[in-house]
């Protein structure tokens, strides 16, 4: 098990004022769990709402544009997102990539950007089936990440990597133990070599994909896994919980 393992749960386009109640109730229970770092990004819509409620839980975004103001109807800047209270934003999230067409330069934009206006960042990484199958899983992960890596000089210690394998997402499937360590010290070792060993040694690699109080434990003992972004079982305050019982 990670030193202080991070558990982040990813509401997506889930969530009105009614859900308060359930990020309430995570972070009071939180409080009992002071070994786990749990943290939170609700819609925007919330954000500032969850905030205010929160003493013990990281409250973060799902995504943030690149620049710093200006004309960009519906878009929402970093230093927007930490005026409203978030500490962190999750950044190129295979649904954003699928949805809104994200590629990984300009996720490394949305990236400096963030850490300009003094958030944490989550970046997002994973193959599809089809590349895991063609045995192509690693390269693809790696060569994501290469471009969009904030630069070397950059807070990069404030950068958590999140490798959520596609297909495991929201599936039910989750990629084996042996297949996350492999992955995660490849995604290690990039680290090591674009930053140095002490740097890196201050970024987590969180694992997602259907990760549940079922399988928490098993997944989060596997090495080099400091973490789990958790969608689903993030929506109830039971699930999510239990997930962080099973980090700690
Ligand atoms: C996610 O989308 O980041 C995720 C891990 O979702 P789920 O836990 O629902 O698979």
Not at 72 to 94: E, N, P, Q, R, Y
């Given at each position: 098990?990670a ?5 982040v ?6 969530g ?5 109640s ?5 972070d009071?229970a ?6 786990v770092?749990?943290?939170l990004?609700p ?7 969850v ?6 839980i ?13 004309a ?8 927007m997102?930490a ?7 999750i950044l ?9 067409g ?11 950007s963030?850490l ?9 990484c994973g193959?599809t ?5 063609a045995?192509?899983?690693e390269?693809f ?17 404030r950068l958590t ?9 929201g ?11 492999a992955m995660?010290r ?5 680290l090591?070599n ?16 259907s990760v549940?109080?079922?399988n ?8 080099e896994?400091?973490?789990?972004l958790v ?5 109830s305050?039971e ?10």
């Amino acid at each position: 098990m990670a030193e202080r393992p991070y558990i982040v749960g990813n509401w997506k386009m889930n969530g009105t004022r009614a859900m308060l109640s359930e990020a309430r109730a995570i972070d009071r229970a939180a409080q009992r769990y002071m070994k786990v770092e749990v943290a939170l990004a609700p819609p925007y819509t919330l954000i500032h709402a969850v905030h205010r409620e929160a003493e013990q839980i990281g409250i973060g975004a799902q995504d943030c544009h690149p620049g710093a103001e200006g004309a960009h109807t519906g878009d929402i800047a970093a230093s927007m997102l930490a005026d409203a209270g978030a500490k962190f934003v999750i950044l190129g999230h295979s649904e954003r990539r699928q949805d809104h067409g994200e590629t990984n330069k300009l996720i490394n934009a949305k990236i400096e950007s963030a850490l300009e206006a003094g958030l944490r960042v989550i970046l997002c990484c994973g193959e599809t089936l089809e590349t895991r199958d063609a045995g192509d899983a690693e390269d693809f992960v790696l060569r994501q990440l290469k471009s969009a890596l904030p630069a070397f000089g950059d807070p990069a210690e404030r950068l958590t990597i999140a490798y959520e394998p596609i297909w495991a997402i929201g599936t039910g499937r989750t990629a084996t133990a042996q297949d996350i360590e492999a992955m995660h010290r490849a995604i290690r070792a990039l680290l090591d070599n674009t930053y140095g060993e002490d740097v890196s040694a201050q970024v987590r690699i969180l694992y997602g994909g259907s990760v549940k109080p079922e399988n928490a434990r098993e997944i989060l003992s596997t090495p080099e896994v400091g973490g789990a972004l958790v969608g689903g079982a993030s929506l109830s305050a039971e699930s999510f919980l239990g997930i962080v019982v099973g980090a700690s």
